[in-house]
């Protein structure tokens, strides 16, 4: 959308004077005959909104699930339809989402480290249980986060807690 003032028209007009007519017409069609509506009006309007859609940015859990299940019935009823009547609705509540995530998705990312940790503590292993990896240093070193786990270590603890070795790696 492009903002154009009353005043830029108005050069335009004196340096295209056989444009005139046309712009004189398309005022009177689209300019002319708005409403503005008041401060009190908007207020009252975005008020109502608000209460059916979370439109501001998202800073907490509930509202991001508010957001969420809101978004889930913009896309159940305007489909991917871009020319549905909440095309646009549905758009700006999925930014708003999507910026959400981006600032708290590295929160929710665990580590190489936490994800052994958590299968250690629910196996009740410690680093001396761990003899695939090497001497209980060599564990105690990749919990603190001076080693990183190597690609065969990866898969040796992924067989051993039965799970794909893609659980340890880190986007980190």
């Given at each position: 959308?492009?903002?154009?003032?009353r005043?830029?028209?108005?050069?335009?007009?004196?340096?295209?004077?056989?444009?005139?007519?046309?712009?004189?017409?398309?005022l009177?069609?689209?300019?002319e005959?708005?409403?503005?509506?008041?401060?009190?009006?908007?207020?009252?309007?975005?008020?109502?909104?608000?209460?059916?859609?979370?439109?501001?940015?998202?800073?907490?859990?509930?509202?991001?699930?508010?957001?969420?299940?809101?978004?889930n019935?913009?896309?159940?009823?305007?489909?991917?339809?871009?020319q549905?009547?909440?095309?646009?609705?549905?758009?700006?509540?999925?930014?708003?989402?999507?910026?959400?995530?981006?600032?708290?998705?590295?929160?929710?990312?665990?580590?190489?480290?936490?994800?052994?940790q958590?299968?250690?503590?629910?196996?009740?292993?410690?680093?001396?249980?761990?003899?695939?990896?090497?001497?209980?240093?060599?564990v105690?070193?990749?919990?603190a986060?001076?080693?990183?786990?190597?690609?065969?270590?990866?898969?040796?603890?992924?067989?051993?807690?039965?799970?794909?070795?893609?659980?340890?790696?880190?986007?980190?």
């Open positions: 959308m492009h903002v154009i003032s005043k830029a028209l108005r050069v335009f007009v004196q340096r295209h004077p056989d444009s005139q007519s046309a712009l004189d017409a398309w009177s069609r689209n300019v005959n708005m409403t503005i509506a008041t401060p009190e009006q908007l207020t009252q309007a975005w008020s109502r909104l608000q209460a059916l859609v979370p439109l501001t940015a998202i800073h907490t859990e509930q509202h991001y699930d508010r957001a969420v299940v809101a978004l019935m913009l896309v159940d009823t305007a489909g991917m339809d871009d549905h009547a909440l095309a646009d609705l549905l758009d700006t509540l999925g930014t708003l989402i999507q910026t959400y995530e981006e600032q708290h998705e590295a929160e929710s990312v665990p580590t190489n480290t936490t994800i052994l958590f299968f250690m503590t629910e196996h009740d292993l410690t680093p001396a249980d761990l003899i695939e990896l090497g001497e209980p240093s060599v105690q070193n990749v919990l986060g001076k080693l990183s786990l190597t690609p065969p270590q990866l898969h040796v603890l992924a067989r051993r807690f039965d799970v794909v070795p893609e659980t340890f790696i880190s986007v980190r």
